[in-house]
């Protein structure tokens, strides 16, 4: 957060590749591309962390049962992780080609405000590249590839531990189950937010460069792309707050009367037996 948003503040202008630091890395004598590079590394950071929770969750809660069909979902989404670091890796790598961009300032930036007509070129902070490059497409083909596998991680733990809880909730307290249930929700939550404000940025920048898709500037889409980890991070705990839930629940429940439902989930309910154990599995 704070290297986000004190160190780094990025802005980037559309429709080109363009990418300028107003935080206080700016007054450090470093290639332009160094600040965008650690952008994007902080980036990939958040969404790692949020793998990891996944990951580590269903771990220690398949741990609980050690059945052959837990073994082999465990080897295999453990295979996968391994294969997601790898791909971090190289695209932590491939991103070190931008370092090579500086180098060709002093050539592009009369091209593109001759296509864009942009002032900001012209900033000495501004970082402008030509979309066509290696270095621009080795580095988002390696993103997508990477968000890819982080994606396929996050859903595969999360199904499979919402399994594991279904199967084993005649076995756990009914405080086990609403905790696990909270908890599920956050993380649900945190990963959809961090999908939105890191990959779908990273899909509008690609559409505006690559396909013509121009967007304005002030308008709601342009400040949906200049949004960071601490708005992401905000909304995650608006979203999760007790408050919030109870009141989705009331009108969820609510709505479930009107066209003749059960107000109650059923998914998530246990038996008096079980209301009445105090043991925490």
């Not at 007054?27 to 994007?40: E, G």
């Not at 300032?105 to 030509?130: A, R």
Request: aromatic fraction near 14%; charge should be positive.
């Amino acid at each position: 957060m704070l290297a986000i948003s004190i160190l780094l503040c990025p802005i980037f202008y559309l429709p080109m590749i363009g990418y300028q630091s107003n935080g206080l890395i700016r007054y450090v004598p470093l290639n332009l591309a160094f600040p965008a590079i650690f952008t994007v590394y902080c980036l990939l950071g958040v969404v790692v962390s949020v793998m990891d929770l996944f990951h580590y969750r269903l771990k220690a809660i398949s741990s609980r049962n050690s059945g052959t069909r837990n073994q082999k979902i465990r080897r295999y989404l453990q295979r996968l992780v391994y294969m997601t670091y790898i791909i971090l890796l190289f695209t932590a790598i491939s991103y070190l080609g931008l370092l090579t961009v500086q180098s060709s300032q002093p050539t592009i930036k009369p091209m593109i405000f001759e296509k864009y007509h942009m002032s900001e070129v012209w900033c000495p902070k501004f970082l402008v590249s030509d979309p066509y490059t290696w270095p621009i497409i080795l580095a988002i083909c390696t993103t997508f590839i990477f968000i890819l596998f982080v994606g396929s991680v996050v859903l595969f733990c999360g199904a499979f531990t919402l399994l594991i809880l279904l199967a084993s909730r005649k076995d756990l307290s009914e405080y086990t189950l609403k905790v696990q249930k909270r908890f599920t929700t956050v993380l649900i939550v945190q990963a959809a937010v961090h999908v939105i404000f890191i990959l779908g940025p990273i899909i509008t920048i690609v559409a505006s460069v690559y396909f013509d898709i121009y967007i304005n500037d002030g308008g709601l889409a342009f400040f949906f792309v200049e949004a960071h980890q601490g708005t992401a991070s905000t909304l995650v705990f608006i979203f999760t707050h007790s408050v919030t839930k109870k009141s989705v629940n009331y009108a969820v429940n609510r709505g479930r009367k009107i066209v003749g439902l059960h107000p109650s989930n059923n998914i998530w309910s246990v038996s008096k037996v079980e209301v009445r154990s105090k043991s925490v599995v």
